[in-house]
């Protein structure tokens, strides 16, 4: 995914004649950006969207991630 990214953007931005037409940095700059950023929209994509959804049963709803702030200690003897 990453290569045809790079690939895709660097031969678009080379075409510009932002950079020189035999420079590999756009090539390498789109690359190396999709390389990271798609892993890390994903995960926090997926976080996000697990943490905002109820679980809802019949006729209860459940949240599926409980706040170590919103825990309170039992007493003890």
Request: charged fraction near 20%; charge should be positive; aromatic fraction near 14%.
């Amino acid at each position: 995914m990453s290569q045809t990214t790079g690939g895709f953007f660097g031969g678009a931005v080379t075409s510009l004649d932002i950079f020189d037409r035999s420079s590999r940095v756009p090539f390498l700059l789109f690359g190396v950006r999709a390389f990271f950023g798609i892993p890390l929209v994903a995960y926090f994509g997926k976080n996000l969207n697990y943490e905002s959804q109820p679980v809802r049963r019949f006729l209860t709803t459940h949240r599926k991630v409980i706040k170590l702030t919103e825990l309170k200690r039992g007493h003890s003897a």
